[in-house]
């Protein structure tokens, strides 16, 4: 810069009469204040963009993922976190009880059927029928077309008429499906709405020990992080910084979020945790880069199904 250090000095003291910078004790420089790095994110001209190496990993990696809809998320949390170096949430908006799309009787053993359903939500759920007799395909297959018939485009709680014909067998075989669509999930893992990656990114980014653990403490407890974000995204903001969150245990950090969707409607959110002083710029891109892929891609495996 073409002025005198007296000149800095003068200008870096006015900032932190104003309350942009700070000094943090007595024989340290000035760092910026959460007012110095709103003013900053404001005025970010141009917005960040992704280089041309995480561009690529980008389309590699929704190139290359397939799969149910919560490894979908499970994974675009890991690889968020990675593309970035900060602790990546992707949540699963909380919605009406979303609608059957297909459903489907797979025979795995003698008496060992599988319940397959494909939701309007892009999630897939699997339930297991232990039958006390064994079904033909004959009895399967005209089960599966009064599920079918009676289930799709309703949703889980929906109980369908009884099936019509003089097998019992057949009855015997929708009752048990249905009455298996209200129980957990084989998998046991249920409707998880918050997957985390790259949590173990914190512990690089805080120097202070106490720190660390509270923001480890935040991140496994799912329903702060999603009250969190939800506050965030409903004062009409993409970028909360230190105490603007309110969470007085995050106030060294930021949070960058922005929402995905599935044909045209908001199914959740993709978010990064970072230290205040995280490259706001490549970070906004990357969150705003990888919830549209999440979404182009959710909303095609939903129409693939």
Same mark, same amino acid.
Request: glycine share 8%.
């Given at each position: 810069?073409?002025?005198?250090?007296?000149?800095?000095? @003068?200008?870096?003291?006015?900032?932190?009469?104003?309350?942009?910078?700070?000094?943090?004790?007595?024989?340290?420089?000035?760092?910026?204040?959460?007012?110095?790095?709103?003013?900053?994110?404001?005025?970010?001209?141009?917005?960040?963009?992704?280089? *041309?190496?995480?561009?690529?990993?980008?389309?590699?990696?929704?190139?290359? $993922?397939?799969?149910?809809?919560?490894?979908?998320?499970?994974?675009?949390?890991?690889?968020?976190?990675?593309?970035?170096?900060?602790?990546?949430?992707?949540?699963?908006?909380?919605?009406?009880? *979303?609608?059957?799309?297909?459903?489907?009787?797979?025979?795995?053993?003698?008496?060992?059927?599988?319940?397959?359903?494909?939701?309007?939500?892009? *999630?897939?759920?699997?339930? =297991?029928?232990?039958?006390?007799?064994?079904?033909?395909?004959?009895?399967?297959? &005209?089960?599966?077309?009064?599920?079918?018939?009676?289930?799709?485009? @309703?949703?889980?709680?929906?109980?369908?008429?009884?099936?019509?014909?003089?097998? $019992?067998?057949?009855?015997?075989?929708?009752?048990? &499906?249905?009455?298996?669509? +209200?129980?957990?999930?084989?998998? +046991?893992?249920?409707?998880?709405?918050?997957?985390? +990656?790259? &949590?173990?990114?914190? $512990?690089?980014?805080?120097? $202070?020990?106490?720190? %660390?653990?509270?923001?480890?403490?935040?991140?496994?407890?799912?329903?702060?992080?999603?009250?969190?974000?939800?506050?965030?995204?409903?004062?009409?903001?993409?970028?909360?910084?230190?105490?603007?969150?309110?969470?007085?245990?995050? *106030?060294?950090?930021?949070? %960058?979020?922005?929402?995905?969707?599935?044909? +045209?409607?908001?199914?959740?959110?993709?978010?990064?945790?970072?230290?205040?002083?995280?490259?706001?710029?490549? =970070?906004?891109?990357?969150?705003?880069?990888?919830?549209?892929?999440?979404?182009?891609?959710?909303?095609?495996?939903?129409?693939?199904?």
């Amino acid at each position: 810069m073409a002025v005198s250090p007296a000149t800095v000095r @003068n200008e870096m003291g006015a900032l932190e009469r104003d309350g942009y910078l700070a000094q943090p004790h007595t024989s340290a420089g000035r760092i910026p204040t959460d007012k110095g790095y709103r003013f900053f994110v404001d005025n970010l001209t141009p917005r960040g963009r992704l280089d *041309a190496a995480q561009s690529q990993q980008v389309r590699t990696f929704f190139a290359t $993922a397939h799969g149910e809809l919560e490894r979908m998320l499970s994974d675009t949390s890991r690889f968020l976190a990675g593309l970035t170096d900060y602790a990546a949430v992707v949540v699963r908006q909380a919605e009406d009880p *979303a609608r059957i799309r297909s459903v489907q009787l797979v025979s795995l053993a003698p008496r060992l059927v599988l319940v397959v359903v494909v939701l309007s939500s892009g *999630a897939i759920e699997k339930w =297991t029928l232990d039958l006390a007799d064994e079904p033909t395909d004959s009895q399967l297959a &005209a089960a599966s077309a009064h599920l079918v018939s009676h289930l799709v485009g @309703n949703t889980i709680g929906h109980h369908p008429p009884a099936s019509g014909g003089e097998d $019992a067998a057949v009855a015997q075989i929708v009752d048990a &499906a249905v009455a298996s669509l +209200g129980r957990p999930t084989d998998d +046991g893992d249920g409707h998880r709405q918050v997957f985390v +990656g790259g &949590a173990s990114h914190m $512990a690089s980014a805080f120097d $202070a020990v106490g720190t %660390i653990r509270q923001v480890l403490d935040i991140l496994e407890h799912q329903y702060v992080l999603v009250t969190l974000i939800k506050d965030v995204l409903d004062r009409g903001l993409s970028v909360a910084i230190g105490a603007e969150h309110g969470v007085q245990s995050l *106030a060294d950090c930021s949070i %960058i979020v922005a929402p995905y969707e599935i044909e +045209g409607e908001q199914a959740g959110t993709v978010g990064i945790l970072g230290p205040t002083r995280m490259h706001y710029q490549q =970070t906004l891109a990357a969150v705003a880069v990888v919830s549209k892929r999440l979404g182009q891609a959710l909303s095609k495996g939903s129409e693939e199904r």
